[in-house]
């Protein structure tokens, strides 16, 4: 089999035992099944939940707290016990591991996503695996990534992974609710997630993590956006990721024909870019942006909202309003402000009207990515 580069995401559920402790038992059964994948030559990068989940028990809490301060306490110290757990039985199978804590505002730092790029680069080049999990305890509500979901999409696209495996206790995606309508159907294979989908799906379907259904189905289709594979199911063995791999788990497949990976330039102005302005463009640029892939040329440009600088990003919106991409700009908008103004006061066109403005590698259309909706379930 060729190689991969494989993301796990693994649940609170799927870790701990309900009662604010780690489930040993379940903890192993996927240590092996990633040494077992390793073992064959695959990269390997683990996306744990269960922070929180394996935290609140030796926190004092009787149940996983409701209050803010309760959950980050119990993150910061569920986190340590579970690194630790990984630490040791990893260790038992050779395979070194490292933390890595994200927070939403090191993606949308532009330097600080190309380090977290890097590094684990580097981590994998060096045969060790990440476990990567939201730095829970200092992430505030504004400024999460979601969910562990999301998170396992959005690594899955940085380091351009062949497959994400979402794991949970649901064996696939089906046409309704499988728990409440017995005629329910899986879907063995998908090549795309359709809104009705997502719009049908259900939120938390343990008291213990914070996904559903829902989540899984945003970050599914986040993930093929990106140019990954994507399964979601439910598995147990220590083969269990050997066996997805081969096609044969109990889940769904989801699988665009034509995938192409997103260069980390592109991801970052199409998701985590902070966005500093709006200009509006004539109905000839939009044609030429969207249809044509073109760059944006100033003459394009019919108005500018907001002030930014050369080199911000801003949202690109068409002649009848609606958005349509956003780019990094190559103009500050007073300058372009200025260039709009001598356009309109000149009968000749002196200046030249064809400069880019936006270029064509870093305009990014809409359609691609569709984050706004993927990220509104914000909890820890
Ligand atoms: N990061 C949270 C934790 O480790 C879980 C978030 C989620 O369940 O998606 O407890």
Do not use: C
């Not at 604010?20 to 077992?36: S, T, Y």
């Not at 914070?210 to 083969?239: C, D, H, P, Q, W």
């Not at 500093?276 to 640029?285: K, L, P």
């Not at 064509?360 to 691609?368: G, Q």
Request: negative net charge; charged residues 25%.
């Amino acid at each position: 089999m060729r190689k991969q580069r494989i993301v796990v995401k693994i649940g609170s559920s799927s870790l701990t035992n309900g009662k604010g402790e780690i489930d040993l038992v379940k903890l192993v059964d996927h240590v092996e099944a990633l040494a077992n994948l390793r073992q064959e030559g695959h990269e390997v990068l683990l996306v744990s939940s269960g922070a929180v989940a394996a935290g609140f028990k030796e926190l004092g809490y009787p149940a996983r707290p409701v209050t803010l301060k309760g959950k980050q306490a119990a993150a910061a110290l569920g986190q340590s016990l579970l690194i630790k757990a990984y630490i040791e039985e990893f260790k038992a199978r050779d395979v070194s591991v490292a933390q890595i804590l994200l927070t939403r505002p090191d993606f949308s730092n532009q330097a600080q996503y190309k380090n977290a790029f890097d590094t684990i680069s580097e981590l994998l080049a060096r045969g060790v695996m990440p476990i990567i999990n939201e730095n829970d305890t200092v992430s505030t509500e504004e400024l999460k990534f979601g969910d562990n979901d999301m998170l396992s999409a959005l690594v899955s696209g940085l380091v351009h992974a062949d497959e994400l495996i979402i794991l949970t206790d649901v064996n696939g995606i089906y046409d309704s609710n499988p728990s409440t309508n017995p005629d329910a159907t899986k879907f063995n294979h998908l090549s795309e997630i359709e809104d009705h989908m997502i719009e049908n799906a259900g939120g938390a379907g343990s008291s213990a993590g914070t996904g559903g259904m829902r989540s899984k189905l945003l970050a599914a289709r986040t993930a093929l956006n990106l140019g990954v594979t994507v399964f979601i199911g439910k598995e147990i063995g220590s083969y269990k990721l050997l066996r997805i791999l081969s096609g044969h788990g109990d889940g769904t497949y989801v699988k665009r024909e034509k995938a192409s990976s997103v260069t980390i330039n592109r991801q970052w102005i199409g998701m985590h870019s902070h966005i500093s302005g709006q200009i509006y463009v004539d109905e000839g640029a939009e044609r030429a942006i969207v249809s044509n892939g073109k760059s944006l040329l100033h003459g394009g440009i019919e108005r500018v909202e907001g002030t930014f600088k050369e080199g911000d990003v801003v949202e690109v919106h068409g002649a009848e309003g609606d958005l349509l991409g956003r780019g990094k700009i190559a103009y500050s908008s007073a300058s372009l402000e200025h260039m709009i103004g001598t356009r309109r006061n000149e009968w000749r066109m002196e200046s030249p009207t064809f400069e880019e403005v936006i270029h064509r590698n870093h305009l990014v259309m809409e359609v691609a990515y569709r984050t706004k909706s993927d990220r509104n379930s914000s909890q820890l």
